[in-house]
C-alpha cells in the first residue's frame, strides 16, 4: 500500500480558529492564505493508477483510478475517496465499475457525478459515501466528455454512430437531483470543445475544417443560435457572452450570436469565463480580460494544464514540458492583478493537471502517481 505523507511541521499548521474541513465551505483559501500555501499531504494510488485529478465535495476528495481486473477481460475504474485534511483513504460504497477511460466527475451540492464508457455510455450520481444516488446507461452512446452542471442541470455529451467516425454528437441535459431526462439536442459529429454555465451550454465542434459553435437554453434544449466561428481551440460561457479563443478571443452574444468584440492575437487556446472577468492561455502567457473586452493584464508566467478561479484566485500547476528540465510547481495568483501570491513544489519531475480547491485547500495530482494537498502555513 502506498504511504500517505502528512506535513506535522509547526510551520505548516492550518490557522488557529480554521473551520474543519467538512464544515467548511466550497471555496479555497482567501488571498492571505493562499500566498501561504504549504504541502499538507500527498498520496499515491489506493487500487490502481489516478486516472483524473481530484475533486472536493464535503470534506472529501474524490478522484478515479484505473483498476486491474483479475479476469484480464475488463477494463475497470474505481473513486477513491481521502479525507480533504489529512488525505486518509475513506470508505466508498460502490464498487469498481466498467469503463475504458477515467473522466474527471464533477461535484455539485452533496453529489458527485461521473460517466463511465464501455460498450455504452453510463451516468451516475453519488451520495458523498458512495452510495449510489441514481444512475442512467445511455445505449447507443459513446466516447463521452467529463459531465458538467449548469445550474440545476447536469450536462452530459456524447457521440453515436460510431461504425467508422461518429456521426453524430448529442448534448444531454439531466435534472441532476433525481436524473431524469430533461431533453436531448443532436448535432453533427467531430472534433467537440464543451462548456457551460447557469443557464446555457456552448457546444463547439470541428468537422471537414469548419468550426461551429452553438449555444442552447439549459431549460429547455432548445437552440439559441449556432454560427461558424472560424476556429478556434478553446472556449468558454457566462451570463452575457460565449467565447472563442482561436489566437486571438472573440465574444459572441450569448442570446443572438451576435458578434462582440474581439482581441489581439496572442496565440491564445484556451479561455475561462467568471466573476473575475476572462482568463486566456497561450504557448508561454496568459491574460485577462473585461467583458467588453479591454485587456486587464497579461503574465509572462506559463500554466500547463487548465486554470481553476475561486475567490479571486487563480490556481493552476506550472511545469516544464520535458523530462529532466525541472520541478513542476502549483501557482496561486490573484485574478484582479496577476499578481503571484505563492508559487509551491508539486515535486521534482514534470507534470500536467487540473487543480481543486474546498474546505480552504487546493488540491491537485502529479501526473498519474500522486494526489496532493496544499493548505495555508499559520502566519508568523
Same mark, same amino acid.
Given at each position: 500500500?502506498?504511504?500517505?505523507?502528512?506535513?506535522?511541521?509547526?510551520?505548516?499548521?492550518?490557522?488557529?480558529?480554521?473551520?474543519?474541513?467538512?464544515a467548511?465551505?466550497?471555496?479555497?483559501p482567501?488571498?492571505?492564505? !493562499?500566498?501561504?500555501l504549504?504541502?499538507a $499531504? #500527498?498520496?499515491?494510488?489506493?487500487?490502481?493508477?489516478?486516472?483524473t %485529478? *481530484?475533486v472536493?465535495?464535503?470534506?472529501?476528495?474524490?478522484?478515479?483510478?484505473?483498476?486491474?481486473?483479475?479476469a484480464?477481460?475488463?477494463?475497470?475504474?474505481r473513486v477513491? #475517496?481521502?479525507?480533504a485534511?489529512t488525505?486518509?483513504?475513506?470508505?466508498?460504497?460502490?464498487?469498481?465499475?466498467?469503463?475504458?477511460?477515467?473522466?474527471?466527475p464533477?461535484?455539485?451540492?452533496?453529489?458527485?457525478?461521473v460517466?463511465?464508457?464501455?460498450? @455504452?455510455?453510463?451516468?451516475?450520481? /453519488?451520495?458523498?459515501?458512495?452510495?449510489?444516488? $441514481?444512475?442512467r %446507461?445511455?445505449p447507443?452512446?459513446? /466516447?463521452?466528455q *467529463?459531465?458538467?452542471?449548469?445550474?440545476?442541470?447536469?450536462i452530459?455529451v456524447?457521440?453515436?454512430?460510431?461504425?467508422?467516425?461518429?456521426?453524430?454528437?448529442?448534448?444531454?441535459? $439531466?435534472?441532476?437531483?433525481d436524473?431524469?431526462?430533461?431533453w436531448?439536442y443532436?448535432?453533427p459529429g467531430?472534433?467537440?470543445?464543451?462548456?457551460?454555465? !447557469?443557464g446555457?451550454?456552448?457546444? @463547439?465542434?470541428?468537422?471537414?475544417?469548419?468550426?461551429?459553435?452553438t449555444?442552447?437554453d439549459?431549460?429547455?434544449g432548445?437552440p439559441?443560435? +449556432?454560427?461558424?466561428v472560424?476556429?478556434?481551440?478553446g472556449?468558454?460561457?457566462d451570463?452575457t457572452h460565449?467565447y472563442?479563443a482561436?489566437g486571438?478571443?472573440?465574444?459572441?452574444?450569448?442570446?443572438? &450570436?451576435s458578434?462582440g468584440?474581439?482581441?489581439e492575437?496572442?496565440?491564445?487556446? !484556451?479561455?475561462?469565463a467568471?466573476?473575475?472577468?476572462?482568463?486566456?492561455?497561450?504557448?508561454?502567457r496568459?491574460?485577462?480580460?473585461?467583458?467588453t &473586452?479591454?485587456?486587464?493584464w497579461?503574465?509572462?508566467?506559463h *500554466?500547463r494544464?487548465?486554470?481553476?478561479?475561486?475567490?479571486?484566485?487563480v490556481?493552476? @500547476? @506550472?511545469?516544464?514540458?520535458?523530462?529532466?528540465?525541472?520541478?513542476a510547481?502549483?501557482?496561486?495568483?490573484?485574478a +484582479?492583478?496577476?499578481a503571484?501570491? +505563492?508559487r509551491?513544489r508539486i515535486?521534482?519531475?514534470?507534470?500536467?493537471?487540473?487543480?481543486?480547491v474546498?474546505?480552504?485547500?487546493?488540491?491537485?495530482k502529479?501526473?498519474?502517481e500522486?494526489?496532493v494537498? /496544499?493548505?495555508? !502555513?499559520r502566519?508568523?
Amino acid at each position: 500500500m502506498h504511504r500517505i505523507a502528512v506535513i506535522a511541521l509547526a510551520c505548516l499548521t492550518l490557522a488557529a480558529g480554521a473551520a474543519p474541513v467538512g464544515a467548511a465551505p466550497v471555496t479555497g483559501p482567501d488571498a492571505a492564505g !493562499a500566498a501561504r500555501l504549504r504541502t499538507a $499531504w #500527498r498520496a499515491g494510488p489506493a487500487v490502481g493508477s489516478i486516472a483524473t %485529478a *481530484p475533486v472536493y465535495l464535503a470534506g472529501s476528495t474524490y478522484h478515479l483510478e484505473s483498476v486491474a481486473d483479475p479476469a484480464k477481460v475488463r477494463a475497470l475504474v474505481r473513486v477513491v #475517496r481521502r479525507d480533504a485534511g489529512t488525505g486518509r483513504r475513506l470508505p466508498f460504497g460502490t464498487a469498481a465499475i466498467e469503463s475504458i477511460a477515467g473522466y474527471r466527475p464533477v461535484a455539485g451540492g452533496r453529489t458527485l457525478f461521473v460517466t463511465t464508457f464501455r460498450e @455504452q455510455t453510463h451516468v451516475w450520481a /453519488f451520495h458523498p459515501d458512495g452510495r449510489v444516488r $441514481w444512475s442512467r %446507461a445511455q445505449p447507443g452512446e459513446r /466516447f463521452p466528455q *467529463p459531465p458538467m452542471l449548469a445550474g440545476p442541470y447536469l450536462i452530459t455529451v456524447s457521440r453515436s454512430g460510431c461504425e467508422v467516425e461518429c456521426e453524430h454528437t448529442t448534448v444531454f441535459g $439531466w435534472r441532476a437531483d433525481d436524473g431524469s431526462p430533461a431533453w436531448s439536442y443532436r448535432l453533427p459529429g467531430g472534433y467537440v470543445k464543451a462548456a457551460t454555465t !447557469a443557464g446555457y451550454a456552448a457546444v @463547439q465542434i470541428t468537422t471537414s475544417g469548419k468550426t461551429t459553435l452553438t449555444v442552447l437554453d439549459v431549460a429547455t434544449g432548445g437552440p439559441l443560435w +449556432s454560427r461558424s466561428v472560424g476556429g478556434g481551440s478553446g472556449i468558454a460561457v457566462d451570463g452575457t457572452h460565449a467565447y472563442v479563443a482561436g489566437g486571438s478571443l472573440r465574444a459572441y452574444g450569448i442570446r443572438d &450570436g451576435s458578434p462582440g468584440w474581439s482581441g489581439e492575437d496572442a496565440g491564445y487556446t !484556451a479561455a475561462y469565463a467568471g466573476r473575475s472577468g476572462i482568463l486566456v492561455t497561450a504557448g508561454r502567457r496568459y491574460a485577462a480580460y473585461d467583458v467588453t &473586452g479591454r485587456r486587464r493584464w497579461w503574465s509572462g508566467v506559463h *500554466p500547463r494544464g487548465t486554470l481553476t478561479v475561486d475567490g479571486g484566485i487563480v490556481y493552476f @500547476q @506550472q511545469s516544464p514540458t520535458r523530462q529532466g528540465a525541472g520541478s513542476a510547481y502549483l501557482v496561486a495568483a490573484r485574478a +484582479s492583478t496577476g499578481a503571484v501570491l +505563492s508559487r509551491v513544489r508539486i515535486w521534482d519531475r514534470v507534470s500536467v493537471g487540473e487543480v481543486a480547491v474546498g474546505g480552504g485547500r487546493v488540491f491537485t495530482k502529479a501526473l498519474l502517481e500522486e494526489v496532493v494537498a /496544499f493548505a495555508p !502555513a499559520r502566519p508568523h
